[in-house]
C-alpha cells in the first residue's frame, strides 16, 4: 500500500492550522514599518525614516535548557518572552531599536496547542520589545526530539544610526556603570541551577522553597526582562551621556562586562547583595562566588557606562521608570598591557 | 564540595575555542557593507545605499531531518549549505539581495570538531549566496539532545527595491513558468524519504543503489542548490520581465507555486520526467505521484514566472548559465472563484 508524508511522522495539515492561529498574535505586534503579513516566502520591512546613516544590527539566541524547565512543568506560556528578551536585550546594548523578529520553533511531534502558547509568548515578547513579529519556522522532525520536547530560536534586526551605535569605543576612564536588574536567572545557568536543586538539593520543580515563596519551577521560569524600551528612556534622558550598555547572559558580569571595556582599563565593581534565589543556589551547590558570577547574572540584568557627570540624571530618569537602579562603581585605567577585566571590589 | 558549571555539563571554553575558530571562517565572508567582526553582543551592517526605497526581506528555516541523515553518515561538511540555501533561496524569491546570515547550533554535548565543520559548511554557503556571516549561537543544552546529534536554524537578511520586490502582484495570465533544477531532494521531505529507504526497501545510508550510482546516504546528502547569483544573472537579462520566483520547498510544486500566484488565476504545468531519485522513492514506497508533488521538489528547485515576450531571452541567460531550464506551462484565467493552484497537465 501506498505511503504518505503523514504516515512518516510529518502533518503538513497540523503545520497549516498553526500558521493560521499564528497570524493574529503576529498581527497585533505589527509596526508602521513592516510591509507583508506572514505567509510570503519572507518578511518585509521597511528601514525607518528618521534615521541617519542606519545600520542594521542583528542578534539570535536560544533560551538553553530553561526550555526544559517549561517542558517538565507544562508552561509554555512565558519561554517565548524569554527567547525575544535573550535577543532583543542584545540589539539594544548597541543602541539599536529592534525592528522585528523571527522564531524558530522544532519538536519531534507538532503538538498545535502546545506550539500556540509558545509563539503567544513570543508575541508577548515582541510587543514588550516594540518589534514585530514578522516570519518564523516551524519544523516537526520525527526521531530528532523526545516526546513532548522542543527546541527554541530567536532572530532580531534592529536600527541605529551610525554615530549612535554604542559600545566600547564610547567608554571612558571615569565613567559610571550603572546596574540593572534582572527578574531572576533570565535565561542563562539553567544546566547548573537545575542540577543544584535537583541534584544537590534533591528538590524537584514543584516543591515549595520557604526563602523563594515559590515552587522551584516557579522561581526558574520567571521570564527574562525586555530592556529595549528601558534603553530607549535612558537614551532620552541622557543622550551621548549614555556610553555603553552590557547584557548580562552566559559568562555572568565577569565575562560580560568586559565585552564593552576599551583596551587599557579595567571595570571596578561591588556587587550589592545577591538576590535570594542566587543565594539559595550559592548555598545549595554549593557554588563558590566565582563561579556564580561567571555563570548567572547575580541580579544585574544590564550594566549601563555613563559619563560620570550624567549618572545623577541617568539613575534620576531610570528610578523614575520604576528602576532600583545599582551604582556599581567605574571605569578606571589599567597600564598591565592584560585584556580589560572586571576587578570586584 | 563545590559545584561547577562545567560539572553540570556546560563547557565554556569549548565555546569560546569554537568562536576563535569560526572568526576566520565568518571573515571569509565579509562583504563591504559589513560593519563589524563575530564578537560583539550583535552582527553591523550598512544598508546598501544603490538601492531605491530598500526593503528588508528576512526569512528563517532549519534543515528538517537532513540532520539525522548527516549525523548518522558523519558527513557535517555540507549541512550548513543545505541551511544558507534554504533561507536565502526564500529571499531570493522576493528578488532580493541576500545581505547577511546567523546561525543557530543546538546539542546536547560541543563537540567543537563537528561544530566547527558544521559552520565551514555554513560559511561555505554564505559565500555562495553572496552573503556574510555576521553571528550565531553555539547552545550546549545537556540533556536535550542525544548523544551526537544537533539542531540547526538559519537566518537571512536581505535588500530590494520597493519597485523591484517580485510576487503575485506582479504575475499576470500568459506568463511562462520556466523550471531550474534542484540537485537532489534539497532539505525537504526527508522523513519520508527516509522511511521508504530504511523502511520499506530496507537499505541503509551505506547500501549501494544500482539506479543511483551512489549510496542512499550519498543520494540524501547532495546539498541543495544556492539561487541567488542565478537570479541576478536572470534579473540583468529580463529587469521587470521577471514577475515571481517560487522557491519549491516542503509542500512541493504543488503547495508552493500557488503562492506566487494572485487571485483569478491557476498555473497550468506539464511536470518533465522525475529524475532518478525522485522515480526510485516513488517505486519503493510506493509513494503515490500526488504525494510525491506536495512533499519533494521532484527535480525542480526554483520555478520563474516571467513575461510571455521575455521568455526566450530568459532561457537563452539561464541558458548561458549553465543551466538546464524547462517550460512549464504558463499562468491561465481562472473564474471557479477557488484558491488558485496547479493543474497538472
Do not use: W
Not at 512518516?8 to 493574529?24: Q, S, Y
Not at 526563602?211 to 526582562?225: D, K, Q, S
Not at 549614555?242 to 582599563?265: E, F, I, K, M, Q
Not at 556599581?328 to 597600564?335: M, N, W
Request: charged content about 20%.
Amino acid at each position: 500500500m501506498a505511503i504518505t508524508y503523514r504516515e512518516a511522522g510529518v502533518d503538513i495539515d497540523a503545520g497549516e492550522d498553526l500558521v493560521e492561529r499564528i497570524k493574529p498574535l503576529a498581527k497585533r505586534t505589527r509596526i508602521p514599518e513592516v510591509v507583508a503579513d506572514i505567509g510570503g516566502f519572507a518578511g518585509l520591512c521597511q528601514i525607518p525614516t528618521d534615521i541617519e546613516e542606519p545600520l542594521l544590527v542583528s542578534g539570535t539566541d536560544g533560551v538553553g535548557t530553561k526550555l526544559l524547565v517549561a517542558i517538565a512543568t507544562g508552561r509554555h506560556d512565558t519561554i517565548g518572552q524569554d527567547l525575544v528578551a535573550m535577543c532583543a536585550n542584545d540589539i539594544a546594548t548597541c543602541g539599536a531599536r529592534p525592528l522585528f523578529f523571527l522564531d524558530y520553533f522544532a519538536c519531534g511531534k507538532l503538538d498545535v496547542g502546545i506550539a500556540e502558547r509558545v509563539i503567544a509568548g513570543i508575541a508577548d515578547g515582541c510587543s514588550l520589545a516594540g518589534c514585530a513579529l514578522i516570519g518564523g519556522e516551524t519544523a516537526e522532525m520525527p526521531g530528532m526530539y523526545k516526546s513532548g520536547e522542543y527546541d527554541l530560536a530567536g532572530f532580531c534586526v534592529g536600527v541605529v544610526g551610525r554615530r549612535q551605535l554604542l559600545g566600547p569605543d564610547k567608554v571612558r576612564v571615569g565613567d559610571r556603570l550603572l546596574g540593572i536588574t534582572s527578574s531572576g536567572l533570565h535565561s542563562n545557568g539553567y544546566s547548573l541551577a537545575r542540577r543544584v536543586f535537583e541534584t544537590q538539593m534533591g528538590l524537584g520543580f514543584d516543591a515549595h522553597v520557604p526563602e523563594l515563596g515559590t515552587t522551584v519551577g516557579e522561581a526558574l521560569l520567571v521570564p527574562t526582562r525586555i530592556y529595549p524600551r528601558l534603553v530607549s528612556q535612558l537614551k532620552t534622558a541622557i543622550g551621548d551621556g549614555l556610553h555603553a550598555l552590557c547584557h548580562v547572559t552566559g559568562g555572568g558580569v565577569t565575562d560580560n562586562l568586559p565585552r564593552v571595556l576599551p583596551p587599557g582599563t579595567r571595570a571596578q565593581v561591588r556587587m550589592p547583595e545577591l538576590p535570594v534565589l542566587f543565594r539559595v543556589i550559592q548555598a545549595g551547590g554549593p557554588v563558590e562566588l566565582p563561579e556564580l558570577l561567571r555563570t548567572f547574572n547575580c541580579g544585574l540584568g544590564l550594566i549601563a557606562a555613563v559619563d560620570a557627570s550624567r549618572a545623577d540624571a541617568a539613575v534620576t530618569a531610570l528610578s523614575a521608570a520604576g528602576e532600583q537602579v545599582v551604582d556599581l562603581g567605574e571605569i578606571v585605567a589599567d597600564t598591565s598591557g592584560n585584556e580589560p577585566c572586571v576587578e570586584y571590589v
